[in-house]
Antibody, heavy 123, light 107 residues
């Protein structure tokens, strides 16, 4: 059974940093691209960042480019999101997602979602 | 960026009704379109990929169609557990983008 368990969320002041983690199990982690998707309270879904299976390709939404960094540790089966210079508008539930296409970063759908970790940016 | 527009933003329906949700892309995305279901307080669940392929375990009352810019999610006979918010999402290119969601409520 595929499991994605996010952690690292919390309350943080504007301008500070936070690092999210996603622990994966139930599949061959290093075969799949992974992504972060967020959802602000009462709002819709927003793609944040993605990374290919071998970390060779990464992508970011314009809203986080230059502030957030995605990474992964395949031996540890873990995905990370380093979030710097946090803003109030970064307040959201952050989901870790696994794609369906083995070895694909492009043109592959989200297949599984974690339960999310809540990030609140407030003074 | 590819904009995804869903309609309606909300609808009220009864158990047993046929429900149709539409999603339009601002440019052609072939069939790189997914649908997700989200219940309150829960993570999204993948329903359909490639515009019309049901994910494993998804009931057959759900179906998807379309290609290019216009897509449809249909629930043939609405069940109590189907009351939720539904999102479309394109994965033809980056940045990946979602529709604004359609909330399906009980009439």
């Amino acid at each position: 059974e595929v499991q994605l368990v996010e952690s690292g969320g919390g309350l943080v002041q504007p301008g500070r940093s936070l690092r999210l983690s996603c622990a994966a199990s139930g599949f061959t982690f290093d075969d799949y691209a992974m992504h972060w998707v967020r959802q602000a309270p009462g709002k819709g879904l927003e793609w944040v960042s993605g990374i290919s299976w071998n970390s060779g390709t990464t992508g970011y939404a314009d809203s986080v480019k230059g502030r957030f960094t995605i990474s992964r540790d395949n031996p540890k089966k873990s995905l990370y999101l380093q979030m710097n210079s946090l803003r109030a508008e970064d307040t959201a539930l952050y989901y870790c997602t696994k794609v369906g296409g083995r070895g694909s970063y492009y043109k592959t759908e989200f297949e599984y979602w974690g339960q999310g970790t809540l990030v609140t940016v407030s003074s | 960026d590819i904009q995804m527009t869903q309609s309606p933003s909300s609808l009220s329906a009864s158990v047993g009704d046929r429900v149709t949700i539409t999603c339009r892309a601002s440019q052609g995305i072939s069939n790189y379109l997914a649908w997700f279901q989200q219940k309150p307080g829960k993570a999204p669940k993948s329903l359909i990929s490639a515009a019309s392929s049901l994910q494993s375990g998804v009931p057959s009352r759900f179906s998807g169609s379309g290609s290019g810019t216009d897509f449809t999610l249909t629930i043939s006979s609405l069940q109590p557990e189907d009351f939720a918010t539904y999102y479309c999402q394109q994965y033809n290119g980056y940045p990946l983008t979602f529709g604004g969601g359609t909330k399906v409520e009980i009439k």
